[in-house]
């Protein structure tokens, strides 16, 4: 098995960058972009995934891991929509490298909302231009709270300039003519709730999709999420809210629903640690880690970040001890090793890459926990 694997994983380093097959599937990145018709199925309506009664459940944008692999394996248990890691609009824009690296997308990975770092309306509406013909819309990062961002103009920055985040989603709704590709922003909030209130009423004014609103302020990190904000813009517009901070299984969802209004959520860390939330588990089931290794083998994914993934997957549900032990290992079979000794769990090259039918918490009562030898700590 393992020398079957090595000869997968040299196949595909030595496969053109552009378009890597598996099976019947196939990825691609943006390196092929210039060339040729997209390789994608018909765009997805996304605003029509707002339903009246319905929560759309969304995976959010996430630097390093919301990429591919992992965007495959969250719509197997009930993510409604995916978005991209943040990318950064200008160097997608001027560098082919760039958007090499930074977008690769299949012709299941739908519904895919992109979601761009800009600070100017030009180059926004450049990059949803770009990326049109392989997703279903574009997001304005408005809430980034690092450092680095603020200091380019980038994220949070933009919360003081309500005027520029409305050109950018006029300019990018202008560009891009297919009424179908939405043209959402994400935010945090402002310390004042009435200048938050302006700033959504304006993108809606502007012609946005949608709003995501991360209920901390840009300062804010472990505060409680601050529900009567989310409840106040929700009220104050006609446009969809989806509500993001401390969403990390199904209870979350449903008093944030019952309390806000919101119509989607949006989980980062919740569903880092458990991919399974969407379906019901409160903890990462054990076919989830068996999925996660097909997929991410399959794909093509870094080592780090494949160790990543399942040092998130097994956070809250092994003991101290075996967390050490497994954060500790340094490659692809090192890792498929110990999941295979301890867990039962090994690639399956037969598996698709595909989206199925996602199960539900009845579909795999077994956990990670369920079979950890150690009492959790």
Same mark, same amino acid.
């Given at each position: 098995?393992?020398?079957?694997?090595?000869?997968?994983?040299?196949?595909?380093?030595?496969?053109?960058?552009?378009?890597?097959?598996?099976?019947?599937?196939?990825?691609? *990145?943006?390196?092929?972009?210039?060339?040729?018709?997209?390789? #994608?199925?018909?765009?997805?309506?996304?605003?029509?995934?707002?339903?009246?009664?319905?929560?759309?459940?969304?995976?959010?944008?996430?630097?390093? &891991? *919301?990429?591919?692999?992992?965007?495959?394996?969250?719509?197997?248990?009930?993510?409604?929509?995916?978005?991209?890691?943040?990318?950064?609009?200008? *160097?997608?824009?001027?560098?082919?490298?760039?958007?090499?690296?930074?977008? %690769?997308?299949?012709?299941?990975?739908?519904?895919?909302?992109?979601?761009?770092?800009?600070?100017?309306?030009?180059?926004?509406?450049?990059?949803?231009?770009?990326?049109?013909?392989?997703?279903?819309?574009?997001?304005?990062?408005?809430?980034?709270?690092?450092? $680095?961002?603020?200091?380019?103009? &980038?994220?949070?920055?933009?919360?003081?300039?309500?005027?520029?985040?409305?050109?950018?989603?006029?300019?990018?709704?202008?560009?891009?003519?297919?009424?179908?590709?939405?043209?959402?922003?994400?935010?945090?909030?402002?310390?004042?709730?009435?200048? #938050?209130?302006?700033?959504?009423?304006?993108?809606?004014?502007?012609?946005?999709? $949608?709003?995501?609103?991360?209920?901390? %302020?840009?300062?804010?990190?472990?505060?409680?999420?601050? #529900?009567?904000?989310?409840?106040?813009?929700?009220?104050?517009?006609?446009?969809?809210?989806?509500?993001?901070?401390?969403?990390?299984?199904?209870?979350?969802?449903?008093?944030?629903?019952?309390?806000?209004?919101?119509?989607?959520?949006?989980?980062?860390?919740?569903?880092?640690?458990?991919?399974?939330? &969407?379906?019901?588990?409160?903890? #990462?089931?054990?076919?989830?880690?068996?999925? $996660?290794?097909?997929l991410s083998i399959k794909l093509g994914t870094h080592f780090t970040c494949f160790h990543h993934h399942l040092m998130y997957m097994f956070e809250r549900v092994t003991p101290k001890s075996e967390k050490r032990v497994f954060n500790a290992l340094t490659s692809t079979a090192a890792v498929l090793d110990y999941l295979q000794e301890h867990y039962g769990v090994? &690639?399956?090259?037969?598996?698709?890459?595909?989206?199925?039918?996602?199960?539900?918490?009845?579909?795999?009562?077994?956990?990670?926990?369920?079979?950890?030898?150690?009492?959790?700590?």
């Amino acid at each position: 098995m393992r020398r079957e694997l090595f000869a997968f994983l040299k196949l595909l380093r030595f496969q053109p960058p552009c378009l890597i097959k598996s099976g019947k599937a196939a990825y691609f *990145s943006m390196a092929e972009v210039p060339n040729g018709p997209p390789l #994608t199925t018909a765009r997805v309506p996304v605003v029509e995934l707002f339903q009246p009664g319905k929560v759309v459940h969304v995976c959010a944008p996430m630097v390093r &891991y *919301s990429k591919l692999p992992f965007r495959a394996l969250v719509r197997r248990y009930n993510c409604d929509l995916a978005f991209t890691p943040m990318i950064i609009a200008e *160097s997608f824009v001027k560098s082919l490298k760039a958007r090499d690296s930074e977008f %690769t997308t299949n012709s299941s990975d739908r519904p895919l909302v992109v979601q761009f770092a800009a600070r100017d309306a030009v180059t926004l509406a450049d990059a949803s231009e770009i990326v049109a013909p392989y997703s279903d819309g574009i997001d304005l990062n408005c809430g980034c709270p690092q450092r $680095w961002a603020m200091a380019e103009g &980038y994220g949070s920055c933009l919360l003081k300039k309500p005027e520029l985040i409305s050109d950018m989603v006029r300019q990018a709704r202008a560009r891009v003519s297919d009424e179908n590709f939405s043209v959402s922003v994400k935010i945090r909030l402002h310390k004042d709730l009435r200048e #938050t209130v302006d700033l959504c009423q304006k993108a809606e004014h502007a012609g946005v999709s $949608w709003i995501a609103v991360h209920g901390r %302020t840009p300062s804010q990190r472990g505060e409680p999420v601050n #529900t009567d904000a989310i409840t106040l813009i929700k009220q104050s517009l006609s446009i969809p809210v989806i509500a993001n901070g401390d969403i990390k299984n199904l209870e979350d969802v449903k008093h944030i629903h019952t309390s806000t209004g919101i119509d989607g959520v949006m989980a980062a860390r919740g569903i880092l640690q458990n991919p399974g939330m &969407y379906a019901g588990y409160d903890q #990462t089931p054990l076919q989830c880690v068996q999925d $996660w290794v097909d997929l991410s083998i399959k794909l093509g994914t870094h080592f780090t970040c494949f160790h990543h993934h399942l040092m998130y997957m097994f956070e809250r549900v092994t003991p101290k001890s075996e967390k050490r032990v497994f954060n500790a290992l340094t490659s692809t079979a090192a890792v498929l090793d110990y999941l295979q000794e301890h867990y039962g769990v090994s &690639y399956n090259p037969d598996s698709t890459v595909n989206n199925e039918t996602p199960p539900t918490q009845n579909g795999y009562a077994e956990s990670i926990a369920d079979i950890s030898t150690d009492p959790v700590e």
